[in-house]
């Protein structure tokens, strides 16, 4: 049983930043593998960004150098920074554990002129 609640999408040009954030309400938020996946259009959801208990991060080679995932375990929160945005980045993001079952509503990020 566990609640998350994505926040931070929006409209933004090519080029541009967002930053989104995610609220986790799970017990033992620090032992969790979290990540960022996001679903395009007509296409499979699929992980963008991973970070481990240790804070060990792992990306998708596509957003390599433009993403940053991160954590605060105090907070319970999980963190994109999506820098250098590209038309392809659109899509709806979701943050949830790795291998997690239940989605939240996920946010809205769109790059577009």
């Known amino acids: 049983q566990v609640q998350l609640v994505e926040s931070g999408g929006g409209l933004v040009q090519p080029g541009g930043s967002l930053r989104l954030s995610c609220a986790a309400s799970i017990s033992l938020f620090s032992f969790a593998h979290m990540g960022w996946y996001r679903q395009a259009p007509g296409k499979q959801r699929e992980l963008v960004a991973a970070i481990d208990s240790d804070s060990r991060t792992n990306y998708k080679d596509s957003v390599k150098g433009r993403f940053t995932i991160s954590r605060d375990n105090a907070k319970k929160m999980v963190y994109l920074q999506m820098n250098s945005l590209k038309p392809e980045d659109t899509a709806v993001y979701y943050c949830?554990?790795?291998?997690?079952?239940?989605w939240g509503q996920g946010t809205q990020v769109t790059v577009s002129t």
């Open positions: 949830n554990v790795v291998s997690g079952r239940s």
